[in-house]
């Protein structure tokens, strides 16, 4: 199940956000909108998940 982790320093007041459970260009998309509600980040890096492939699903065709 896809899930944005808040983490903030409550020193500095910095927040930090990390998407999880969602892999490859989904993951951009969810950053978008995520960039749209809280404004541009200071850094931005992607994770290990962001570079998983999906795999694809298998389809089997029946004969009509």
């Not at 978008?32 to 994770?47: C, E, F, M, V």
């Not at 998940?49 to 029946?62: C, G, L, M, Q, S």
Request: aromatic residues 4%.
């Amino acid at each position: 199940m896809p899930e944005i982790e808040f983490t903030i320093d409550t020193e500095t007041g910095k927040c930090a956000t990390e998407i999880k459970g969602v892999q490859g260009p989904a993951c951009e998309k969810a950053a978008l909108q995520l960039k749209q509600i809280l404004g541009a980040p200071s850094t931005d890096r992607k994770t290990k998940e962001y570079y998983v492939k999906p795999k694809p699903i298998a389809r089997i065709k029946a004969n009509e």
